[in-house]
């Protein structure tokens, strides 16, 4: 089965062709970044033009790329939330016009699970149960799978996403965006000298990275002798360069050991087979490095399908296919919840 999948949750478009949900024929991704970066961030109302400029001719060139025609595309799937709703719906808009167009079925998919199919895609043979974190820019969440079909979400983001934090540390700190590779590079140099509180949730699977980045945010402000009133985005002049990197340290340290002991608590719980770390943040080396000597079995996508990409879409609507009814395409809504359907 070949499915022609796209993506355009957030500041990437992007459009795939993967076979039986492990093979990719092509894989798409014209990234934004470098537009939204003079902003220090996503805009949305930017990244949804840019989707409008870009989506056909990624898909184009996917198709190109996999030397196929529509008339070997078995389906088409799209991610079709949680997202930026303007971003989400010039994707689904483009599926959709097309599953009606070229007739083909048509499958929505959730963007966060299909961060963990990505999996599939460099290595298809994986032991279930699977315990798997996906961390993103715009999600933190723990999700078991009991086989490639079954799924059950055991905690999810209550705030800022942990990427998000990364970025916004990063902007308090006058390093650039994304933030994620630019405070892992500062924090090489730091030392972990500020212990920042750890936060409690009611769920204790649920994330919450707001609470964190605030006490960043005031020790920031202790360290130039400023109270909570002094404005973030003057910190940076005041600061001095050991500060920083000594911030980055502290911040990426802290947060690491969040994500590695809520999920070790969850592994003692449920005691799966095997431990997937998913989504852009998971690029991180320290949190690689932190995961791999506490989990016996880690697997984790080939780096190029960890950021958002389509051929992951791909993978997940060929295992959701095998079980459910394709999607209306005159009706397939956007989905703005951080759960999974
Ligand atoms: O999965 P992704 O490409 O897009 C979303 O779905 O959000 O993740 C992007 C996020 C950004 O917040 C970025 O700062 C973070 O991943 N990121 C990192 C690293 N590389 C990217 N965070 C920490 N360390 C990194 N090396
Ligand atoms: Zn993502």
Redesign the pocket.
Known sequence: MKILAIES??D?TAAAVVENGTKVLSSVVNSQVAIHAQFGGVVPEVAARSHVEAINPVINLALKQANLTWDDIDAIAVTDGPGLSGSLLIGTLAARTLAIVKNKPLYGVN?ILS?FYANFLSNPKIEFPVLSLTV????SQLVLFKNQFESEQLGTTTDD?V??A??KVAKIIGLGY????E??RAAKDGQNVFKFTKPRTQNPYNFSFSGLKTAVLRQAQAQIGQDYTFPSFKIAEKLSEQDKLDLATSFQTTAIEILTEKTKLAYDQYQPKTVALA???S???A?RDSFTQTFPKLIMPEFQF???NAAMVGAQAYFWAQKHQPDNPYSLEINLKQGVK
């Open positions: 949750s957030c990437e963007h961060h993103s820019g715009g999600h996403a990427g998000e990364f970025d994304p933030g994620g590779p405070i892992e989504g852009g943040v690029a991180n080396k949190l960890c950021t958002d």
